[in-house]
């Protein structure tokens, strides 16, 4: 699972330094972006089941990045930093970098849990959760849905009536509470760390 993580971490971050070289940071990030956030919901709302399937692993495939590069940037892997030119936070300016960063992730793997949850809805005709009041916009229930699950609050409003769509929620909770343990984990390692070479500066 590790080398898995590395290897397609190392793989994407070539592939976005090298947009990033050739046509600017802010072409790299609208890439990155467009490919992982919005094409998997653009496929949702293509005419057949199999462009919501495509969706559907398009987003896995996402939190599964997402998954390793949390766990690899809490734990650290020398090849990896070295491939991808981190460097030590040692002051206070790149550590609200770093909070930034774990905020965009946290968006992301909401955005990415919808997209699954809408593509089950669309492949399972309506059938994988039962709202109780839609909105005219299906994608947002079920972000809505996303929101309210990762941060674990549970209105009970949505409710999944299917294993898969129940599965896919305990994941997310897993996910959003391993993803803010994490986080702290680090920014208290950090932040300890910063205060250590201050000290002895």
Known sequence: MLKVWVAILNFLSATEFKIADKL??????????????????LLLY????????????????????????IFLSVFGHEKLEKKRGMV????????????????????????????IFNGLQKIFNGGAFNISHPSPFPYFDLLYFSLVTITTVGYGDIQPTLWISKSFIIFEIVFGLGFVLLLFTMLISLYIDIQRKKKYK
């Open 24 to 41: 600017g940071e802010a072409v790299a990030i609208i890439s990155h972006f467009s490919f992982f956030w919005i094409l998997p919901v």
């Open 88 to 115: 030590d936070i040692t002051n206070v300016h790149e550590m609200k970098a770093e909070i930034i960063g774990a905020l965009v992730k946290y968006i992301g793997a909401i955005i990415s849990f919808a997209t």
């Open 46 to 69: 293509l005419p057949l089941k199999i462009f919501a399937v495509i969706g559907v692993v398009f987003a896995l495939f996402y939190i599964f990045v997402l998954a390793g590069d």
